[in-house]
């Protein structure tokens, strides 16, 4: 029993290591898409703000 317990955790980190290197770049890919709608809102923003101030 205790050695099917060390497989299943030499697994799970096994799993874990090849996880990770496959969602790094998926990662990368939604964190660009977050900056750059962001930075379009912060874009449109300046004049929203003037608009309600008048």
Do not use: C, H, Q, Y
């Not at 317990?5 to 697994?11: E, H």
């Not at 770049?25 to 608009?51: C, H, I, Q, T, Y």
Request: zero cysteines.
């Amino acid at each position: 029993m205790p050695v099917f317990v060390l497989i299943v955790f030499l697994a799970a980190g096994l799993l874990w290591l090849l996880l990770s290197f496959a969602f790094i770049p998926f990662g990368r890919f939604v964190s660009k898409l977050w900056r750059d709608a962001k930075d379009a809102m912060d874009k449109e923003d300046p004049d929203e703000n003037d608009e309600t101030k008048e």
